[in-house]
């Protein structure tokens, strides 16, 4: 059972190593897609200033790296089963804040509104897996669960 395991976790995995790398391999276009999509509060906006200042870049490509960064990283942790559990939640966190400000269905009409609601969706079941592997028990030492501190 445990290969099979490994092999669905490295499936999974796929996803998001591939959209990150995506993003970092395409920088300028993922800040643009970040910058009409996000919009930093204006109590942050001196924080975000030092940053850019700072690194000498926009905060929008800031977290462009930050995004691709973390995906490819929480997937391979993921795929890897290193902290896995770890990453899985930091991936929900993740999906959810890219449902919310990426497709908010709610606020679309038409075509747009039918293909976001499917990613929308498509991400609600992310988090599903993605909680199925934060509860997944772990294994003791000699091969059975260990679901405590002993």
């Given at each position: 059972?445990?290969?099979?395991?490994?092999?669905?976790?490295?499936?999974?995995?796929?996803?998001?190593?591939?959209?990150?790398?995506?993003?970092?391999?395409?920088?300028?276009?993922?800040?643009?897609?970040?910058?009409?999509?996000?919009?930093?509060?204006?109590?942050?906006?001196?924080?975000?200033?030092?940053?850019?200042?700072?690194t000498?870049?926009?905060?929008?490509?800031?977290?462009?790296?930050?995004a691709?960064?973390l995906?490819?990283?929480?997937?391979?942790?993921?795929?890897?089963?290193?902290?896995?559990?770890?990453?899985?939640?930091?991936?929900?966190?993740?999906?959810?804040?890219?449902?919310?400000?990426?497709?908010?269905?709610?606020?679309?009409?038409?075509?747009?509104?039918?293909?976001?609601?499917?990613?929308?969706?498509?991400?609600?079941s992310?988090?599903?897996?993605?909680?199925i592997?934060?509860?997944?028990?772990?294994?003791?030492?000699?091969?059975?669960?260990?679901?405590?501190?002993?």
């Amino acid at each position: 059972m445990s290969g099979i395991v490994a092999i669905g976790r490295i499936l999974f995995a796929v996803l998001f190593v591939f959209s990150g790398a995506n993003k970092l391999f395409d920088i300028s276009v993922t800040a643009q897609e970040i910058a009409t999509k996000v919009v930093i509060p204006a109590a942050l906006t001196s924080y975000t200033g030092q940053l850019e200042s700072l690194t000498g870049m926009p905060i929008a490509q800031q977290l462009a790296i930050a995004a691709g960064a973390l995906e490819v990283i929480c997937g391979l942790m993921i795929a890897l089963n290193f902290g896995a559990r770890f990453f899985a939640a930091i991936l929900i966190l993740f999906v959810i804040a890219v449902t919310v400000f990426y497709h908010d269905f709610w606020n679309m009409t038409g075509a747009d509104r039918v293909n976001n609601t499917i990613h929308a969706l498509k991400n609600l079941s992310l988090v599903g897996a993605l909680l199925i592997i934060v509860g997944f028990p772990r294994r003791s030492a000699e091969g059975g669960i260990a679901y405590g501190e002993h």
